[in-house]
């Protein structure tokens, strides 16, 4: 049973810092893969940042090096610290994760980040 929730989304302004937390409900040794989406007004959901069970990390070239994604074991969260951030960063952003052994994905409700100018 997978159920990712996010949570730490919020009103910043332009600059500023947001980490955002994805509890799967899932020990992350049982996850292949475990990845941050996000949907801004008007458009379709996009790729944002994703990390292998074993660490290994991928970015979107809008967020590089201005999101960090990785997972807490102990915690079974998935959390991406964002810094920089810029009206163009406002979306609803959506926890993905994927079981080992599985075809199948899971998705949260999605949590609201807002970043004025």
């Known amino acids: 049973q997978v159920q990712p929730v996010e949570s730490g989304g919020g009103l910043v302004q332009a600059g500023g810092s947001l980490m955002l937390s994805c509890t799967a409900s899932?020990?992350?040794?049982?996850?292949?893969?475990m990845g941050w989406y996000r949907q801004r007004p008007g458009s379709g959901r996009e790729f944002v940042a994703s990390?292998?069970?074993?660490?290994?990390?991928t970015y979107a070239d809008s967020v590089k090096g201005r999101f960090t994604i990785s997972t807490d074991n102990a915690e079974k969260t998935v959390n991406l610290q964002m810094h920089n951030l810029t009206p163009e960063d406002t979306a609803v952003y959506y926890c993905n994760v994927r079981p080992i052994f599985s075809n199948k994905e899971y998705w949260g409700q999605g949590t609201q980040v807002t970043v004025s100018s």
């Open positions: 899932e020990s992350i040794s049982r996850l292949t893969f």
């Open positions: 990390i292998r069970n074993h660490g290994s990390t």
